[in-house]
Protein backbone atom coordinates (compact mmCIF):
# COMPACT_ATOMS: atom_id res chain seq x y z
CA UNK A 1 0.00 0.00 0.00
CA UNK A 2 1.47 3.19 -0.65
CA UNK A 3 1.60 6.16 1.91
CA UNK A 4 -0.88 8.10 -0.29
CA UNK A 5 -3.31 4.90 0.72
CA UNK A 6 -2.19 4.51 3.99
CA UNK A 7 -3.27 8.37 4.76
CA UNK A 8 -6.30 8.14 2.67
CA UNK A 9 -7.35 5.25 4.71
CA UNK A 10 -6.64 6.67 8.21
CA UNK A 11 -8.27 9.75 7.53
CA UNK A 12 -11.44 7.49 6.31
CA UNK A 13 -11.20 5.56 10.17
CA UNK A 14 -10.81 8.40 11.86
CA UNK A 15 -13.93 9.79 9.97
CA UNK A 16 -15.71 6.68 11.07
CA UNK A 17 -14.75 7.44 14.68
CA UNK A 18 -15.33 10.78 15.04
CA UNK A 19 -18.89 9.96 13.31
CA UNK A 20 -18.73 7.31 15.95
CA UNK A 21 -18.11 9.87 19.27
CA UNK A 22 -19.13 13.55 17.78
CA UNK A 23 -22.26 13.16 20.33
CA UNK A 24 -19.89 13.28 23.08
CA UNK A 25 -19.07 16.78 21.98
CA UNK A 26 -22.33 18.64 22.48
CA UNK A 27 -21.85 21.58 21.33
CA UNK A 28 -20.95 21.71 17.54
CA UNK A 29 -18.23 24.30 17.81
CA UNK A 30 -15.79 22.13 18.97
CA UNK A 31 -15.90 19.12 16.80
CA UNK A 32 -13.43 20.61 13.97
CA UNK A 33 -11.10 21.57 16.82
CA UNK A 34 -10.94 18.05 17.92
CA UNK A 35 -11.24 15.91 14.82
CA UNK A 36 -7.76 18.26 13.62
CA UNK A 37 -6.07 17.59 17.20
CA UNK A 38 -6.52 14.26 16.76
CA UNK A 39 -5.28 14.42 13.13
CA UNK A 40 -1.93 16.15 14.62
CA UNK A 41 -0.01 13.30 16.01
CA UNK A 42 -1.04 11.16 13.08
CA UNK A 43 0.52 12.89 10.58
CA UNK A 44 4.24 11.81 9.15
CA UNK A 45 6.03 14.97 10.49
CA UNK A 46 9.26 14.24 11.96
CA UNK A 47 8.26 16.74 15.32
CA UNK A 48 5.18 17.35 16.89
CA UNK A 49 3.34 19.45 19.43
CA UNK A 50 0.50 18.35 21.07
Given at each position: ???ARVGEQRNLDLDNLFVT???RFS???PR???RD???GPLTPVARKNS
Amino acid sequence: MTNARVGEQRNLDLDNLFVTIRHRFSPVEPRPRMRDYMRGPLTPVARKNS
